[in-house]
């Protein structure tokens, strides 16, 4: 159980990236991010991860990308609940691990940049030793007053919603509804071609781009409150109807954030249970 909260801590905590909320991506957002790292994965890693499910995952990895979620609301597992976020200062609009990464009573490593870290490292030594969920979502990656967008109260078309679960869900959804007759395995399909031979093939080697664990995850985090600025909290007021303007131009960047997540996770996952020495210099 202790191997099993380490991968799947990992999983969310690399599956989001943005603002403080109750939840990370939806619960579609997360298979979908581990559904992609999963096909990605070496001989190796795939071996690994297979070896650490238990057998209820039977062999699916994204089934237990919500356990992180699920749990985070159990008094014991209360202390996870910063994990899942980061807090930036209110219009910095910029990410700062020594600044930012801690919990509301001020203890260090407390974010979801700090659990990368710290569950890679676990599973580095685990390795050793037997032979981004939540950091790609804007929102995970915002401003403290507002709880990254989790007090903005707006409209999705015709409901109540808050800008937070806009970015976890709602676009999402949306999506899902109107281009894929509500089946996630086409969405799936189309991001994986997007990225194999599709629109953003020329970008999967600057995703791919890791040497330094503690680098990388603050460029994830700085990737998405840049991306929260610009295109989350950006013309947005309180009780205003976000509606087809707000969903055109913001779905792609969600989707994008998606497929940038599970290349990550698998980049990742290949690193720490492959064949290769190269390894992370953070890792450690």
Not at 116 to 134: A, C, K, M, P
Request: charge should be negative; glycine fraction near 6%; include cysteine.
């Amino acid at each position: 159980m202790v191997v099993l909260w380490r991968l799947s801590s990992l999983l969310v905590a690399l599956a989001l990236v943005l603002v403080p909320t109750t939840h990370g991506w939806s619960k579609e957002g997360h298979v979908l991010t581990c559904r992609i790292a999963q096909g990605l994965l070496e001989p190796e890693a795939a071996a690994a991860v297979e070896n650490l499910l238990p057998d209820y995952a039977n062999g699916d990895l994204s089934s237990l990308c919500v356990w992180p979620d699920q749990i985070r609301h159990w008094y014991k597992y209360r202390w996870t609940s910063p994990l899942h976020f980061i807090d930036t200062p209110d219009n910095a609009c910029s990410y700062e691990y020594s600044r930012d990464c801690h919990d509301t009573n001020g203890v260090k490593d407390m974010c979801v940049a700090g659990a990368i870290q710290n569950f890679t490292s676990q599973l580095v030594h685990y390795r050793e030793g037997t032979s981004d969920r939540d950091i790609h979502q804007p929102m995970h990656v915002g401003f403290t007053t507002d709880e990254g967008g989790n007090t903005i109260s707006v409209r999705w078309f015709r409901h109540k919603s808050n800008l937070h679960h806009v970015w976890d869900r709602e676009i999402i959804l949306t999506a899902l509804a109107d281009y894929y007759e509500k089946n996630l395995d086409s969405l799936q399909e189309d991001l994986v071609g997007n990225f194999t031979d599709g629109i953003w093939f020329d970008d999967v080697a600057s995703w791919e781009e890791c040497d330094d664990l503690l680098t990388c995850s603050n460029k994830y985090a700085n990737e998405s409150i840049n991306l929260a600025c610009k295109w989350g909290y950006k013309g947005v007021e309180p009780g205003q109807t976000l509606a087809d303007e707000y969903f055109n131009s913001r779905m792609p960047i969600v989707m994008k954030r998606i497929a940038q997540g599970g290349v990550r996770l698998a980049m990742i996952l290949n690193l720490v249970f492959g064949d290769s020495q190269h390894g992370f210099a953070a890792a450690s």
